[in-house]
C-alpha cells in the first residue's frame, strides 16, 4: 500500500522577485498516475500543489473477463483493434505474459488492423512489436469513431481496450453501423485506499483555499464528484468550480463529466500534461487584473500579492482582507465592511491592526490609504492600468 502524498503544502517564506507566472497560487493534481511529475511541472512554473489521488487504478491482470476475451480473441481474431491507452495495451499484453498466452495474443494482433488512439497507445503496440495501421492526430476517440465509420464496418469484428470506464457512445455506434463489438476490460477505476487525503482536497476547494485543480482522465473528474456527494459536499464543490475555482483538463474527453455539471472547463490543444500546465499558467493569471497602486504594480493571486514581482504571501485574514479593498479598487471600504474580513470575533480596532500587518506584509504602507472617518481604500495612481 503506498502513503498518500501530503494534502499540506510546504512553509511558505517570502519569496524573491519572480516571474514565475503561477507564484501564489495553489493547485489541486487530482492523477493517480504521473502525479509526481505534473506536481513537479506545476512547482517549476510557482505554483503550491495540493496532490491527492480522485481514484485508483485496479489492473485486472487475474480477472477472468479479460482471460475470457483474450482467449476468444485468440480463437477468433478482430478485424480491428483499437488500442485507447499506453497503459491499457501494456497491462492487457502483460496480464496474458503471466497467463502463458501471450504468443497467442500477439499472433491474433497481427491478423488485425491495429489503430492507435494516440501516440502513448501507438507506443504501446510498437513496444510489442506490432504495427498502427492509423492513429488520429487530435487523440480523440471521436475521430477513431469517424474513421472507422467512414470505411464501414458492416460485418466486421471490432474489438476496443477500454481505458478504465465503458465507452457507450462509441460502441453504440459502431454496432449501429453492422459491427460485431468486443470490449476489453484492461483495467477498471475504484476509489482510493484512503479517502482522507481526497475528503480533505475537496474541503479547501470548497472554502477557497485552491485556486485550479487539474484532472487528467475523465475517471478522476467523476471520482472527485462522487466522492463530494457521497461526503455531503457535491453541492458545494460544484459552485466552486463553477465560481471561483479554475477547472483544466488534460483534453476534452476528461472535461466531460464536469461540462455535465455545467462546470466551465479548459483544456490545451494538445492533450499533454505539460501543454495543460502551460495553458494554466496563461489562464490563471489572466482572471487577475494589474493595478496601479502608489507608484507600484499589483496583482493579487490566490494566497499572495505580487507587487513590482515580487511575491508577498499573506494569512488567509489578511488575503480576505486585500480581496475586499481590491474588490472595487480606488473605493473606499468602511470599517464595517472590512471587519466581515476579520471573523465574528474581531472588533472595529482589529481593522487598523490587520490593515497596519497588511502595510508592512505589502512592503510599502502609501498602498493602502486611510480616509479619516470613512475606511480604507488601495492608493490607485491617476492613471491606472489594467492587464
Not at 485486472?60 to 491499457?88: C, N
Not at 453501423?177 to 470548497?206: C, F, H, K, M, S
Amino acid at each position: 500500500m503506498t502513503t498518500a502524498p501530503p494534502l499540506t503544502p510546504g512553509p511558505r517564506t517570502p519569496s524573491p522577485p519572480t516571474t514565475a507566472p503561477l507564484a501564489g497560487f495553489t493547485v489541486a493534481v487530482t492523477a493517480a498516475r504521473r502525479a509526481d511529475e505534473l506536481s513537479a511541472l506545476l512547482r517549476r512554473k510557482g505554483a503550491q500543489v495540493i496532490a491527492a489521488p480522485a481514484l485508483r487504478i485496479v489492473p485486472l491482470s487475474d480477472d477472468q473477463r479479460l482471460a475470457a476475451v483474450s482467449d476468444d480473441l485468440v480463437r477468433r481474431p478482430a478485424d480491428v483493434v483499437v488500442a485507447t491507452t499506453g497503459i491499457g495495451f501494456r497491462g492487457w499484453v502483460e496480464a496474458c505474459e503471466t497467463w502463458g498466452t501471450v504468443d497467442g495474443l500477439l499472433d491474433s494482433l497481427r491478423a488485425s488492423r491495429l489503430l492507435a488512439r494516440g501516440p502513448k497507445a501507438k507506443g504501446a503496440i510498437r513496444a510489442a512489436g506490432l504495427t498502427e495501421e492509423w492513429s488520429p492526430p487530435s487523440e480523440s476517440s471521436a475521430e477513431v469513431l469517424d474513421y472507422l465509420l467512414q470505411r464501414g464496418v458492416q460485418g466486421l469484428r471490432v474489438a476496443i481496450q477500454l481505458h478504465g470506464e465503458p465507452l457507450p457512445d462509441f460502441t453504440a455506434a459502431l454496432r449501429l453501423a453492422g459491427a460485431d463489438v468486443v470490449e476489453i476490460p484492461v483495467y477498471r477505476w475504484t476509489q482510493p485506499e484512503q479517502t482522507g487525503p481526497l475528503d480533505r482536497l475537496i474541503e479547501a476547494i470548497t472554502c477557497g483555499g485552491v485556486d485550479a485543480v487539474t484532472f487528467t482522465s475523465a475517471p478522476a473528474a467523476a471520482g472527485l464528484l462522487a466522492r463530494a456527494r457521497a461526503t455531503g459536499h457535491g453541492d458545494a464543490l460544484v459552485q466552486a468550480l463553477r465560481r471561483d475555482v479554475l477547472a483544466m483538463c488534460v483534453g476534452p474527453v476528461t472535461a466531460r463529466p464536469l461540462m455535465a455539471q455545467d462546470i466551465p472547463t479548459t483544456w490545451p490543444e494538445r492533450a499533454r500534461i505539460g501543454a495543460q500546465v502551460r495553458s494554466l499558467a496563461e489562464e490563471l493569471p489572466a482572471r487577475f487584473p494589474t493595478l496601479a497602486v502608489a507608484g507600484h504594480r499589483l496583482r493579487l493571486r490566490g494566497h499572495a500579492v505580487l507587487v513590482d514581482g515580487t511575491v508577498h504571501t499573506l494569512s488567509p485574514t489578511l488575503m480576505r482582507l486585500m480581496r475586499a479593498l481590491a474588490h472595487r479598487p480606488g473605493q473606499v471600504q468602511d470599517r464595517t465592511r472590512l471587519l466581515t474580513c476579520l471573523g465574528e470575533d474581531a472588533d472595529a480596532h482589529a481593522v487598523e491592526t490587520a490593515v497596519a500587518r497588511l502595510r508592512t506584509a505589502l512592503g510599502d504602507p502609501k498602498i493602502i490609504q486611510t480616509v479619516v472617518k470613512r475606511g480604507y481604500r488601495l492608493a490607485l495612481d491617476d492613471t491606472p492600468g489594467c492587464e
